[in-house]
């Protein structure tokens, strides 16, 4: 009997890895945060390794993601991420929204939420692993253009309008 699991198991782990996984790879920049917002060299490199592959349309894939379940397991993780943040479609979103995000970064940062424990794990992204220093650098890029978005438009118009009750 527990022969026939283990065959049953090992067959279904074989016929999963023939299920085709739709990638993150869109280049499309026509929203992109770069468009609007200055970002410098540092927190570009920072970007890149700590949060892009979760908060952008275009992921960088490790070599592991091409073993199901594992697949499965980053794709539903990169389509939450994306789902709270994604810098390739921010420009899409009010100025509000955008203000909040940016509002969202710096709280996640400053609490080491983010990058999630679980992308830096076992040193799997060493890159993102961000020291105090570079938290820094990134929590102080999103208030200047969070004080950016201040100066260039009204207040009102930076504060979420209250979901309607239903």
């Not at 993150?24 to 970002?39: G, V």
């Not at 275009?58 to 199901?68: F, H, L, M, R, V």
């Amino acid at each position: 009997m527990i022969k026939k699991i283990t065959l049953g198991i090992i067959g279904l782990l074989i016929a999963i890895q023939f299920i085709p996984q739709e990638k993150n790879l869109s280049d499309d920049q026509l929203f992109d945060i770069s468009k609007k917002y200055e970002i410098p060299a540092d927190v570009q490199v920072i970007l890149k390794n700590a949060c892009n592959d979760c908060h952008t349309n275009k992921s960088t894939y490790p070599w592991y993601s091409n073993i199901e379940p594992v697949g499965f397991w980053l794709n539903h993780h990169i389509n939450d991420g994306k789902k709270h943040l994604n810098f390739s479609t921010f420009l899409k979103k009010s100025i509000a929204v955008q203000n909040h995000k940016l509002e969202e970064v710096v709280e996640q940062v400053e609490e080491k939420e983010m990058p999630m424990h679980s992308y830096t794990y076992l040193g799997l992204h060493g890159d993102a692993n961000l020291t105090d220093q570079q938290r820094e650098v990134l929590v102080n890029w999103a208030k200047s253009q969070m004080a950016m978005l201040k100066a260039t438009y009204p207040a009102d118009s930076l504060k979420m309008k209250p979901r309607p009750k239903s």
